[in-house]
């Protein structure tokens, strides 16, 4: 099937980062905003963990068609078409603050989410060079976490009650539909397209596919119910935003790290490696008993858990053909969708049973690590069936 993708210069990213940047600053904002606005729109505080599941439903559904999406109208017009879906559930929101409501909001919003992840990741990975790939996706996650970074950073200045912070977040999506929008040469150019078989499906990287699920588990709870952990569980309620950025902030400066390192090492132990260190930066973050030692640990943890996810799916995109790509960057965001469905529900059963949420994120990524690093002993000791992908 034909698909607008293309082989394309660097200047060719510029439009889709930038729409990107301004996407996560919005998304950033938004996603620290809901859980701390519900008091104020008089919902349940319950409501949290089934809002960042609901979303992450919607991810997972928008990844099993953004493929089609892509196919038919093309990366740019895709882009712009989700942007407007998400700009429109976040108005709404405002004016219908009732469970249900917000329920199918959020789930229409990961649906447009999950447009814009799948089209920008696949238009970025649409080269052949593995090691190319790499430093696009590094630039990829470095300006979606340090747009995230900069939106954490907006709900002290602009608050989280009234109208002014989604209309705040809906004027940042306008702006990020403009990129696109007034640059129609960035567009990519069309190349033949092919999905994914099942044969070729079985071949892909397994460590690859655990990942980016991992990644959702532990995302998904950071995301949806670290705000509210941070202004109840600690003494520093007033700091939410500075300490979900430093969190993000994390996850943003390890990325030319993480690029660098993706493409030059075994990406399975790069994985454990990162999963071991985030299980001691949330086991640093449920003893820590002052703001440096809180922040610092919420910004090595941001550092390790979101570098699991670029390296996973670099994982998975090594040695494929471009016409491939858009279909790996599909798959790879449906593993990740499964683990963020299921993780806020299971932060929040482990909390029903006193284990706190940085406690669970240990245990997630505990059991992560040592899964990486049975592989990658099988690995060295030729013991087992490995796909090519495990290496460089």
Not at 116 to 121: G, L, M, R, S
Not at 151 to 177: H, K, N, R, Y
Not at 339 to 347: F, N
Not at 363 to 391: C, F, N
Request: aromatic share 8%; hydrophobic share 55%; glycine share 8%.
């Amino acid at each position: 099937m034909l698909n607008n993708s293309a082989h394309q210069p660097s200047s060719g990213i510029l439009s889709p980062l930038l729409g990107l940047g301004l996407f996560a600053v919005a998304s950033g904002y938004l996603m620290s905003l809901l859980p701390l606005a519900l008091t104020a729109l008089a919902l349940p505080l319950s409501l949290s963990a089934w809002l960042a599941s609901a979303y992450y439903t919607g991810l997972l559904l928008g990844a099993l068609q953004a493929q089609r999406l892509i196919a038919a109208i093309g990366h740019r017009t895709a882009f712009i078409l989700c942007l407007l879906a998400l700009l429109a559930t976040v108005l709404l929101m405002f004016w219908l603050p009732y469970t249900s409501a917000w329920l199918a909001l959020r789930l229409l919003a990961g649906v447009a989410t999950a447009g814009i992840f799948v089209v920008v990741e696949s238009w970025l990975l649409l080269v052949d060079d593995d090691k190319q790939r790499a430093s696009r996706l590094g630039i990829y996650m470095l300006t979606l976490y340090a747009g995230s970074a900069v939106g954490q950073l907006l709900i002290e200045p602009i608050g989280t009650a009234g109208l002014v912070p989604f209309l705040s977040i809906a004027t940042l999506l306008a702006l990020a539909i403009l990129a696109p929008l007034f640059t129609r040469t960035a567009k990519p150019h069309q190349i033949l397209h092919s999905a994914v078989s099942i044969k070729e499906l079985s071949s892909l990287s397994r460590p690859a596919f655990i990942g980016c699920i991992v990644s959702g588990l532990a995302l998904g709870p950071i995301y949806g119910l670290m705000p509210s952990y941070l202004g109840s569980s600690t003494q520093w309620s007033n700091k939410v935003g500075v300490l979900m950025a430093s969190l993000v902030l994390g996850g943003m400066l390890v990325q030319p790290l993480s690029s660098y390192l993706s493409a030059r090492l075994n990406k399975t132990l790069l994985q454990a490696f990162a999963a071991a260190i985030g299980v001691l930066a949330a086991l640093t973050i449920a003893m820590a008993n002052s703001w440096l030692a809180l922040s610092v640990s919420l910004f090595i943890l941001g550092a390790a858990a979101f570098s699991i996810y670029p390296i996973a799916i670099s994982q998975a995109c090594v040695n494929v053909p471009a016409e491939k790509i858009v279909a790996i960057t599909e798959l790879m965001l449906i593993s990740y969708s499964i683990g963020s469905i299921s993780g806020p529900l299971l932060a929040e059963s482990a909390q029903s049973l006193a284990l706190k949420l940085p406690l669970y994120i240990a245990l997630v990524l505990a059991s992560t690590s040592m899964y990486m690093l049975i592989v990658a002993s099988k690995e060295k000791t030729g013991r087992g069936h490995l796909p090519p992908t495990l290496g460089v």
